[in-house]
């Protein structure tokens, strides 16, 4: 089945900096890799997804780019503020239309914004 | 409002106690799926079911059951709990797979 690693496990950065999470993955035949993000006490929300016909796609501060040679994907967030302060969740999985595999998550990457 | 509920939200119960979690979407979305959250272990997918009457394996489906027998509900069925299934869990549903999942507010879970 497919594995997905994610790092890194923790990252703190300056409020304003950027911040960069990545994630390997093991199945080529996986196209599809959502990224959640779950607040403290909270349920896991979807804030980017990309899927393997594009390699980047962004959404205001927020970017993923894929490289499907290397099989790898990571999230980008520009201008970190307090508020994206969470932990955060990337995914893989293959679906056609016949159907899909189930959606493999990484360990969860916990982004801590400093003042 | 579109929402996922799951019930009961906590849950502490015995080893070997027959349990079921309810799950429930109004969104009428085609695929469910059933998640434990552990410390350092990050989501991982128990079964999922792309429509009704049909159901697949996750990660770990070991000690679990499901069923889907109407578009809105997954019920999630723990026959003889253990310790190792104390966890906090999660249904959520979309539209299609590859779509937003829209998570339910989670259900914790404790089996002494």
């Known amino acids: 089945g497919e594995n997905v690693e994610q790092h890194p496990s923790t990252l703190s950065v300056q409020e304003g900096d950027s911040a960069v999470i990545k994630c390997t993955y093991s199945d080529s035949a996986s196209n599809y890799f959502p990224w959640y993000k779950q607040e403290l006490g909270k349920r896991p929300q979807l804030i980017i997804d990309i899927r393997s016909n594009v390699g980047e796609k962004k959404d205001q501060r927020i970017a993923v780019t894929l490289n499907k040679t290397a099989k790898h994907f990571s999230l980008h967030i520009t201008e970190t503020q307090p508020e994206d302060s969470a932990v955060y969740f990337c995914?893989?999985?293959?679906?056609?239309?016949?159907?899909?595999?189930?959606?493999?998550f990484g360990k969860g990457t916990h982004l801590i914004i400093q003042p | 409002e579109a929402q996922v509920t799951q019930n009961p939200r906590y849950l502490i119960t015995v080893t070997g106690k027959k349990l079921t979690v309810t799950c429930s979407q109004n969104m009428n979305h085609e695929y469910m799926s059933w998640y434990r959250q552990d410390p350092g272990l990050g989501l991982r997918q128990i079964y999922y079911?792309?429509?009704?009457?049909?159901?697949d394996k996750g990660d770990v489906p070991e000690g679990y059951k499901v069923s889907r027998k109407e578009k809105r509900n997954f019920p999630l069925i723990l026959e003889s709990p253990s310790p190792n299934q104390t966890s906090l869990y999660f249904c959520?549903?979309?539209?299609?797979?590859?779509?937003?999942?829209?998570f339910g507010p989670g259900t914790r879970l404790t089996v002494t």
């Open positions: 995914a893989a999985s293959m679906w056609s239309g016949g159907g899909a595999d189930g959606l493999t």
């Open positions: 959520a549903s979309s539209a299609l797979f590859r779509d937003e999942q829209y």
């Open positions: 079911s792309m429509n009704v009457e049909v159901t």
